[in-house]
């Protein structure tokens, strides 16, 4: 079992910026999976990206340039660190990881871009 604990949301102005880190309860070294989901009110919950354990990376279409996901094993813990923030970016994101066919997902952190 992982326990998933997501921080750093807020309020943003568009064109800001935001990093998002997500703790891990133990070691992420072996998890095959990690990735950053989103939803936005009224929408179903999407992919935003993800990090494989040999490195690779994958993004969303519409965060493509201006959001990196990143994964520090040591303090076992993944980053989304977001730039160029739109309105349309406004959603709870939550953290999620993959590993022996289980998931692991946490509780959410609220990101609003609004001026």
């Known amino acids: 079992q992982v326990q998933l604990v997501e921080s750093g949301g807020g309020l943003v102005q568009p064109g800001g910026s935001l990093r998002l880190s997500c703790a891990a309860s133990?070691?992420?070294?072996?998890?095959?999976?990690m990735g950053w989901y989103r939803q936005a009110p009224g929408k179903q919950r999407e992919l935003v990206a993800t990090?494989?354990?040999?490195?690779?990376?994958n993004y969303a279409d519409s965060v493509k340039g201006r959001f990196t996901i990143s994964r520090d094993s040591a303090k076992n813990t993944v980053y989304l660190e977001m730039n160029s923030l739109k309105p349309e970016d406004t959603a709870v994101y939550y953290c999620?990881?993959?590993?022996?066919?289980?998931?692991?997902w946490g509780q959410g952190t609220q990101v609003i871009v609004s001026s």
């Open positions: 133990r070691s992420i070294f072996t998890i095959y999976t």
């Open positions: 999620h990881g993959k590993s022996g066919g289980l998931d692991y």
């Open positions: 990090h494989l354990i040999g490195g690779s990376t």
